[in-house]
């Protein structure tokens, strides 16, 4: 229980919210997280035992990176910096998942509908980014992992679509439509007039931090690092679409 804001981090899978001096010392042990992971690498990199290289190279990169945001002390410093949630979402939605995504069978996405994708991971990072939902994730474990498996899940499937899809246009404007939703709410936490997250209003002055400076810069997070994995995404579409205005012109 905090004494500050009277919020219960009891339940909290992350654990309590660490002291600056002892961050390092809250690595993850928990033995369910530790047993799927070593499952999920074990199956996944016999499934992929006759891929290609750069198929098993995004599983094994996003695999790697799963652990530092779960095992690491990562996990406890979410508890008490919005911040550092933040930034797990963000490597979660856009470094992990499409890692995962390129790992998936190459067939996979091509002829997919983009804008259903583009809608449920709006909503998904829109709903758990809303201060009581959001609060509610600190509550119970199964309400962490709902949150965690969901945004990574609707982004696996967005970016399938955007690597994927033949229509290299279509993917080009739902890259920028997911930048532009994302950075919109990252506008709204920097511009916002007061912290939203009752579970941080205590626990970010250790870290040197003002519960609002601590919700501007994970605004600012979202707003700016957030986008360059799709605005790149959106770069790399145009430039086929335009290679191939080209090539079609110089075959007329």
Avoid at 168 to 195: D, K
């Amino acid at each position: 229980m905090d004494q500050a804001t009277g919020f219960s981090f009891d339940m909290s899978y992350c654990g309590l919210p660490p002291a600056p001096e002892g961050l390092w010392s809250r690595w993850n042990f928990d033995p369910i997280l530790l047993i799927a992971l070593v499952v999920l690498f074990a199956v996944t990199s016999y499934a992929l035992r006759h891929a290609e290289k750069s198929r098993q190279v995004a599983f094994w990169s996003a695999w790697v990176l799963t652990v530092v945001l779960f095992v690491s002390p990562i996990c406890a410093l979410t508890v008490s910096l919005f911040s550092a949630r933040v930034s797990h979402h963000v490597l979660l939605t856009m470094i992990v998942a499409p890692l995962l995504a390129a790992a998936l069978p190459t067939k996979w996405g091509q002829n997919m509908k983009l804008l259903p994708a583009l809608l449920l991971s709006t909503v998904l990072l829109w709903f758990w980014h809303l201060p009581d939902l959001y609060a509610s994730a600190f509550r119970h474990p199964t309400t962490y992992w709902t949150m965690q498996l969901t945004l990574l899940s609707s982004y696996i499937w967005l970016w399938l679509g955007l690597l994927r899809a033949r229509s290299a246009g279509a993917a080009a404007i739902v890259a920028l439509g997911s930048a532009t939703q994302m950075g919109f709410l990252g506008a709204l936490l920097v511009f916002a007039p007061q912290p939203l997250y009752l579970p941080h209003m205590a626990t970010t002055l250790a870290f040197g931090f003002s519960p609002l400076d601590d919700q501007q810069l994970a605004g600012l997070i979202m707003w700016v690092p957030a986008n360059l994995p799709l605005l790149a995404a959106v770069l790399w579409r145009l430039t086929l679409v335009l290679s191939a205005q080209q090539t079609a012109m110089a075959t007329r």
